[in-house]
């Protein structure tokens, strides 16, 4: 065997075994110029944004406006999760499921490894050791991320706990476990060649093999591609671990709302993504005396307490928000957030002053730079930011943050909500009967496409607890594993489960009748008092739903009309929602539990099909 000599690779912090012969092996097929192990500190992250300034990736914004952030537009074409590039690549293509892309896991090494040999050429290959959830948990959930991606170092500081700190959970002792992933832009570069702003690839994969707990995306830079302990490890990688340890790895948000007698509630919430997760985890109620804080608005772990109790931990560090449509009206305190700087935009409209602009923020300026570098003004056609363009900022900042964020124990979670976005048939909230029933919610959970992304306007997609991309096996025995959490617990400690649509609309199909953003709190008002047993509910076919005289209401700016179009339980309505069930139901075939099906046939017999 050759001993390479690359600069940097004998210089690791930390001594294991297994780590120190991933990183040599991945630096000897990749070839970088050097190889940096990061330390996660201040002076790391001056050295690499200046890094992407002089490359001109980066532009500093302001720093009277947003101190120490900055602006990045990527390349046009890697702007978003890619669904059709992503692989779970277990060994056996039934425990990918019928929702997931799959290959052999030895095939997808092979075409992988090609793509990979000397891919780094001509850049820095970091080592990013880091923690998804508190360091001090037990065990951690450590990872380490080989990126040649500066853009992906500095989000990563943001994003989750990393470098020296978590090193010390490396050094405890020789076979302490971490999930291994490697990504590459794809993009290597030749002497003396001048660097792309975004460097990255056409051909794409983002792929996962979930029994060796191991991860490898190449030629994309984009946030859910690439920051790997997001979307690949906390949902994808870890579904895989909860299924196997008794826990669940959920797309959920965790709020605490606090009464007006300041009795606590933690609750979690699914939602597809651009349904208002972020949203609702800031929250500022508008009924006097409630309050909201913040542990989380993308992915919460759960897991069984000694109490029985099901306790929630948030994987992340900081938010990766959908910036168009955030604005002081609708999140405040994102807003507070992002204001405090240390933040990073990507894909949004930069203004002619070095601040950030993106659709329906207040003030619109007269100028800008748009997302694809070039000049807009308010009558260009094209949007300004990116649909999907982000923020990424820390959690740290916000203005809400619960003090019990970080704690290794997590929070008893006392109620989880499902919701999408539905013009008809899902009423504004509906508490399950059951833990059972609670799960044929979320496993028949439902969106409609919007405009803006491919296929029918309007067309209803089955979205399973919000987690179509991320369930990293067998839909199947995903909601099984749901079904078996009930029944292994104590049923008066489970959370109750709720099914939540802020989206109904009028009869002409035109208006969303339910005020929905700070309002939702009356909403979770309802809940915690049925908690408390303190609020009644009509018993429907469908579920328990309230009436508007069950609500509080008061103050609401909303006729009585559209409250009650809004809590409507139409059966007309459910007799058409039927058959799409089913039909999902018959893509999953014989991996679908008898208890799901049991559920459908109640459902049916209750609406009198
Ligand atoms: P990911 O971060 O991609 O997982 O999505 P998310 O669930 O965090 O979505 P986000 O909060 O960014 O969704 C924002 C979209 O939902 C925007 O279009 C908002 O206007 C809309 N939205 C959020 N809450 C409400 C609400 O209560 N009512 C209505 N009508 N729209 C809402
Ligand atoms: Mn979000
Ligand atoms: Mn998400």
Redesign the pocket.
């Known amino acids: 065997m050759t001993a390479l000599t690359i600069p940097g690779l004998d210089q690791a912090p930390v001594n294991h075994e297994r780590l120190l012969s991933w990183v040599r092996e991945v630096a000897e097929l990749t070839t970088p110029e050097q190889v940096v192990w990061c330390d996660g500190s201040q002076q790391e992250w001056e050295r690499l944004t200046n890094r992407l300034v002089e490359a001109g990736t980066f532009k500093r914004l302001d720093e009277s406006k947003k101190p120490e952030s900055f602006w990045t537009a990527s390349d046009p074409t890697d702007v978003a999760r890619v669904e059709e590039r992503t692989f779970i690549c277990s060994r056996e293509k039934k425990d990918a499921g019928v929702t997931n892309n799959w290959m052999d896991p030895d095939q997808m090494k092979a075409t992988m490894t090609e793509l990979y040999r000397g891919c780094m050429r001509g850049r820095t290959m970091y080592v990013v050791p880091f923690c998804m959830g508190p360091v001090e948990a037990e065990p951690p959930r450590l990872g380490v991320e080989i990126t040649d991606s500066e853009y992906v170092v500095v989000s990563m500081h943001i994003m989750t706990r990393m470098g020296d700190r978590v090193l010390e959970r490396f050094s405890e002792s020789e076979d302490v476990e971490f999930v291994p992933a490697l990504h590459s832009v794809g993009a290597p570069l030749e002497p003396g060649q001048q660097d792309s702003t975004w460097p990255c690839n056409e051909i794409k994969y983002i792929t996962h093999f979930p029994e060796e707990r191991l991860i490898w995306s190449f030629g994309s830079g984009y946030g859910g591609n690439a920051l790997l302990g997001k979307k690949c490890y906390s949902l994808r990688i870890a579904s895989a671990m909860a299924r196997d340890e008794g826990w669940l790895a959920e ?1 959920m948000l965790i709020l605490k709302l606090i009464s007006p007698e300041n009795k606590v509630y933690y609750v979690a919430a699914a ?10 985890a800031m929250l500022e109620p508008t009924i006097p005396g409630w309050r909201v804080e913040t542990l989380g ?2 992915i919460a772990w759960m897991r069984f307490g000694e109490d029985g109790r099901l306790y929630a931990v948030n994987p992340e560090a900081g938010f ?3 910036a168009p ?1 955030t604005n002081w009206k ?1 999140n405040p305190n994102a807003m507070r957030t992002i204001e405090r700087g240390n933040s990073i935009f990507t894909n949004v409209a930069l203004t002619d002053d070095d601040d950030v602009w993106w659709e329906e923020m207040e003030g619109q300026p007269e100028h800008l730079t748009d997302w694809k570098r070039q000049d807009w003004t308010p009558d260009s056609d094209e949007k300004a930011a990116h649909p999907n363009s982000r923020y990424c900022t820390p959690m740290s900042q916000c203005p809400i943050l619960a003090p019990e964020w970080d704690d290794p124990q997590g929070v008893p979670i006392s109620a989880i909500l499902f919701g999408g976005r539905r013009k008809t048939t899902i009423p504004l909230v509906n508490e399950a009967f059951d833990w059972q029933h609670g799960v044929f919610m979320g496993a028949t959970l439902s969106s409609e496409k919007t405009a803006a992304a491919a296929g029918k306007v309007g067309e209803v997609r089955r979205d399973p607890m919000a987690m179509l991309p991320f369930i990293g096996y067998n839909v199947g025995d995903y909601f099984q594993h749901w079904v078996n959490m009930g029944k292994e617990a104590d049923a008066s400690k489970m959370p109750s489960i709720y099914y939540v649509n ?2 109904r609309r009028d009869p002409s199909g035109k208006k ?1 009748v ?1 005020p ?2 700070g309002e ?1 709190c009356r909403v979770l008002k309802w809940i915690v008092d049925r908690l408390e047993g303190n609020a009644a509910a009509e018993e429907t076919a469908i579920g328990r739903v309230p009436t508007a005289e069950q609500l509080d209401l008061s103050g609401l700016e909303a006729t009585r009309e559209e409250i009650e179009q809004s809590l409507e339980v139409s059966l007309p309505e459910w007799r058409e929602e039927l058959p799409l069930i089913e039909e999902w139901f018959d893509t999953i075939g014989e991996d679908l539990p008898t208890s799901m099906r049991d559920e459908l046939e109640a459902l049916k017999q209750r609406i009198g099909e």
């Open positions: 797309h939602f597809p993504s651009a349904c208002g997760k972020t949203n609702l608005d993308d990766f928000g959908v449509g609708t802020w989206f969303i339910w929905g953003f939702n």
